[in-house]
């Protein structure tokens, strides 16, 4: 008998190596394991054996469902099945498992053909949960935006199936709010086995080692939280931070119009400031901004990083310091704003003569053609 034409391929696959060898008892094994990863992939049960099976296909409301289960003669059915593998595996999988088996070519034939036609029924059987159906509720416009929702949905995701869901999400993120896929991934990323969490990361990274298209870098930034950042590959995460510092260059905000007029990709940035490599490229340029004397560059520092420098540096940068002494020394309302509602550096890590400066400020009288509310907060 050719048995290879008598199953389905991938089982065939599973045991090919130790039949080839004659090793028949070690096929049957192998035949075995094969069923048991087919019930836990399409259940998402975990355990063996009985208990295995029981979750899969027993209960009111089967995991797996061998037919519609709307007539008696269905769940006639589905319950023979259950209790026919609760029998096989206690009569022919346990002993094997447990015992020094020699079967003979014909036994292991009769047996492995017999799981085949099993495996069968349960790889055409409708699953209870579908990944498909389950990316829509993931990507539904009316997703809570909160915690709470998120557990509940990660969930349902059955044990076996969490890392392929992250990928469908994932791959199909474009165009969702960032907000939505950061409570879903913070919740599903812990889920997830250590193996299957460096799988994320690599594939978050190899994304971030190539792509070009700042709506895209916004997404990924915005769909996880900072402390994911570490994770990546440094090569993905020193490009993508050389993009944000040169945005950052660029930013520009107009207070009048409450509109940022450049740097859009840059204001991003702020929450990755405690994981950054490039650290002091970032305050070199945030330097730059605030003695730029360009209202709308160092407004852009003020509007979306001046809360998250003290993540780029424990203290003041002494370049920056100085700026801000002699802009407070100048009568500066903008630059004292900053340092009274900005949520900076800890005034206990000021220098003696910044204090100094900040306590004697007071405030020039504006020209004609400024804004008379110059607080940028």
């Known amino acids: ?26 096929a049957v094994l192998d035949a075995f394991y094969f069923l048991s990863d087919l019930l836990r992939k399409k259940s998402g049960a975990e355990g063996d054996g009985a ?10 409301a089967p995991k797996i469902k061998l037919n519609k289960l709307q007539t008696e003669s ?19 999988r346990n002993p094997r498992s447990h015992e020094k088996t020699t079967d003979t070519e014909e036994d292991a034939q ?19 949960f579908s990944r498909q159906d389950f990316l829509k509720r993931v990507l539904d416009p009316d997703f809570v935006p909160q915690k709470r929702y998120a557990e509940l949905l990660v969930s349902e995701i059955p044990v076996g199936q969490r890392f392929e869901v992250f990928l469908d999400v994932y791959r199909n993120k474009e165009g969702w709010k960032p907000a939505n896929l950061r409570h879903f991934f913070d919740v599903l990323l812990a889920q997830l086995t250590e193996e299957e969490r460096k799988q994320a990361d690599d594939v978050i990274s190899e994304e971030l080692k190539t792509v070009d298209d700042e709506k895209t870098i916004r997404l990924i930034i915005g769909s996880f939280r900072g402390d994911v950042w570490p994770r990546l590959v440094e090569a993905a995460r020193i490009r993508i931070e050389n993009r944000l510092v040169h945005s950052i260059q660029e930013g520009r905000y107009d207070r009048s119009q409450r509109r940022c007029r450049g740097g859009s990709l840059g204001t991003w940035s702020a929450e990755l400031f405690p994981y950054f490599s490039l650290k002091h490229d970032a305050l070199r340029v945030v330097g730059d901004k605030l003695r730029s004397k360009d209202d709308e560059q160092e407004d852009y520092v003020f509007e979306y990083l001046f809360s998250n420098l003290k993540s780029l540096s424990d203290q003041m940068p002494s370049f920056i310091e100085r700026t801000f002494r002699n802009r407070l020394k100048a009568g500066n309302s903008r630059f004292y704003s900053a340092l009274l509602y900005g949520e900076g550096w800890d005034i206990k890590t000021w220098t003696a003569e910044l204090t100094k400066a900040y306590e004697a400020f007071k405030a020039a009288e504006p020209s004609d053609d400024e804004i008379s509310d110059d607080i940028p907060f």
Do not use: C, H
């Open 74 to 92: 269905e769940w006639s059915v589905q319950k023979g099945i259950e209790q026919l593998l609760r029998g096989f595996y206690q009569a022919v």
């Open 1 to 26: 008998m050719n048995l290879e034409t008598r199953l389905p391929a991938e089982l065939w696959e599973a045991l090919r190596t130790n039949y080839e060898k004659r090793n028949f008892t070690g």
């Open 110 to 128: 009769a047996l492995i053909i017999f799981i085949g036609y099993l495996i069968r029924q349960i790889d055409q059987a409708k699953a209870q």
């Open 51 to 60: 208990s295995l099976i029981g979750q899969a296909l027993g209960g009111a």
